[in-house]
């Protein structure tokens, strides 16, 4: 299968400052990976992915880089701000057409607290 | 409006009452997935489906059943619940098109209490 390895598990940081997360897969044929953000009370909701043919992809103040040969990815908030407190998932997925296919493999959160 | 529809959002039962939570989707999704969410154990798959007719056991199956009678639709059955099975539920379904990996839509979940 896969393993995906996500630290830190909390992360507090100023308000106006970045906040990286960062994630490591075990199996080399994965290659799409999402960022979910799961505010509190509700549900995880897809908020950048990257693929494997990139190596960094941006979306306003958040960017995902990715370096396939070290097997890891990082999500990078900059400039955070309170509304941006949350648990963020990691995930990989490969395009394995067996029973795989379309399977995600979360990390295991972090929980992101921002304070003004 | 896209959108995969969960109910009950909260549930308690009794240790051993047989309960159902649904889900349904709208997007015409082929896979379609169950996890649960435990603190500091993230989001486990329990269940999922790539197709109507097509299920399979994820990483926590057990205690758990499912059926795919219709694309639209994947409840979560629990024949006899018990404590440990005490958790947030979500469903959650993608499109297999193209690439085979997309984004994945969540329900609003599922808290359910066994005592």
């Known amino acids: 299968g896969e393993n995906v390895e996500q630290h830190p598990s909390t992360l507090s940081v100023q308000e106006g400052d970045s906040a990286v997360i960062k994630c490591t897969y075990s199996?080399?044929?994965?290659?799409?990976f999402p960022w979910y953000k799961q505010e509190l009370g509700k549900r995880p909701q897809l908020i950048i992915d990257?693929?494997?043919?990139?190596g960094e992809k941006k979306d306003q103040r958040i960017a995902v880089t990715l370096n396939k040969t070290a097997k890891h990815f990082s999500l990078h908030i900059t400039e955070t701000q309170p509304e941006d407190s949350a648990v963020y998932f990691c995930?990989?997925?490969?395009?394995?057409?067996?029973?795989?296919?379309?399977?995600?493999?979360f990390g295991r959160g972090t929980q992101l607290t921002v304070w003004p | 409006e896209a959108q995969v529809t969960q109910n009950p959002r909260y549930l308690i039962t009794v240790t051993g009452k047989k309960l159902t939570v649904t889900c349904s989707q709208n997007?015409?999704?082929?896979?379609m997935s169950w996890y649960r969410q435990d603190p500091g154990l993230g989001l486990r798959q329990i269940y999922y489906?790539?197709?109507?007719?097509v299920t399979d056991k994820g990483d926590v199956p057990e205690g758990y059943k499912v059926s795919r009678k219709e694309k639209r639709n994947f409840p979560l059955i629990l024949e006899s619940p018990s404590p440990n099975q005490t958790s947030l539920y979500f469903c959650?379904?993608?499109?297999?098109w193209g690439a085979g990996n997309t984004e994945a839509f969540f329900g609003q979940g599922t808290r359910l209490t066994v005592v």
């Open positions: 997007m015409n999704h082929e896979y």
């Open positions: 995930a990989a997925s490969k395009p394995d057409r067996g029973s795989t296919l379309g399977r995600l493999y």
């Open positions: 199996d080399s044929a994965s290659n799409y």
């Open positions: 489906s790539m197709n109507v007719e």
């Open positions: 990257i693929r494997s043919n990139v």
């Open positions: 959650a379904s993608s499109s297999l």
